[in-house]
């Protein structure tokens, strides 16, 4: 797996064998930088972050900071790896997403950027995207992002945040949800 822009753009990035974890596919990644934009100087949560991918993604295009949330053990180990091989720090919690959704919110913090990659077919992207916002960690112009399987069902939205992108590629579905004004 290789960092696909930014000033580690080219560089390889370590991936668990198995199917414990999907990372997301090179052209999804892509995707959802093009349609972020500029990211320099955000603040990124990555929710299920597995191998860390497309927070170090987004350090790599100029993110101010990281904060990656995974449960595994294997997946914690590939992600602080990954992160000593490229020389960049972040913030690395062993959680549940919940769990940690909590924390951060008593701890205060807000976040510009916050992607979930939860497993498929779980339940857990539509649990991740509502705590988030109500438990505001999001900041007034921050986005989320969620990639499920194509024919998961994800909330369209509700009185505090709506749906802004909602796109297919292969089998991967990417939506990316915003705070109502």
Same mark, same amino acid.
Request: glycine share 10%; hydrophobic share 45%.
């Given at each position: 797996?290789?960092?696909?822009?930014?000033?580690?753009?080219?560089?390889?990035i370590?991936?668990?064998?198995?199917?414990?974890?999907?990372?997301?596919?090179?052209?999804?990644?892509?995707?959802?930088?093009?349609?972020?934009?500029?990211?320099?100087?955000?603040?990124?949560?990555?929710?299920?972050?597995?191998?860390?991918?497309?927070?170090?993604?987004?350090?790599s295009?100029?993110?101010?900071?990281?904060?990656?949330?995974?449960?595994?053990?294997?997946?914690?180990?590939?992600?602080?790896?990954?992160?000593?091989?490229?020389?960049?720090?972040?913030?690395?919690?062993?959680?549940?997403?919940?769990?940690?959704i909590?924390? @951060?919110? =008593?701890?205060?913090?807000?976040?510009?950027? *916050? $992607?979930?990659?939860?497993?498929? #077919?779980?339940? !857990? /992207?539509?649990?991740?995207v509502?705590?988030?916002?109500?438990?505001?960690?999001?900041?007034?112009?921050?986005?989320?992002?969620?990639?499920?399987?194509?024919?998961?069902? @994800?909330? =369209?939205?509700?009185?505090?945040?709506?749906? *802004? $992108?909602?796109?297919?590629?292969? #089998?991967?579905? !990417? /939506?990316?949800?915003?705070?109502?004004?």
């Amino acid at each position: 797996m290789r960092i696909i822009a930014g000033k580690f753009r080219g560089r390889k990035i370590k991936a668990p064998k198995g199917l414990a974890t999907r990372p997301v596919l090179a052209r999804v990644r892509e995707a959802l930088f093009n349609v972020l934009g500029d990211i320099e100087g955000t603040r990124v949560l990555d929710l299920f972050a597995g191998t860390g991918a497309v927070g170090i993604e987004a350090l790599s295009r100029g993110a101010e900071s990281l904060v990656a949330v995974e449960k595994g053990s294997q997946q914690i180990r590939i992600i602080h790896d990954n992160l000593s091989v490229l020389g960049v720090a972040a913030r690395v919690i062993r959680s549940e997403v919940k769990t940690a959704i909590g924390k @951060l919110s =008593a701890e205060g913090e807000r976040f510009d950027f *916050i $992607f979930a990659d939860p497993p498929y #077919d779980s339940g !857990l /992207a539509a649990a991740a995207v509502d705590a988030v916002f109500e438990n505001g960690i999001i900041s007034e112009t921050g986005v989320m992002a969620v990639t499920v399987r194509k024919k998961e069902n @994800l909330p =369209a939205g509700n009185d505090n945040y709506s749906m *802004i $992108f909602d796109r297919s590629y292969g #089998d991967t579905r !990417l /939506a990316i949800y915003k705070m109502k004004q």
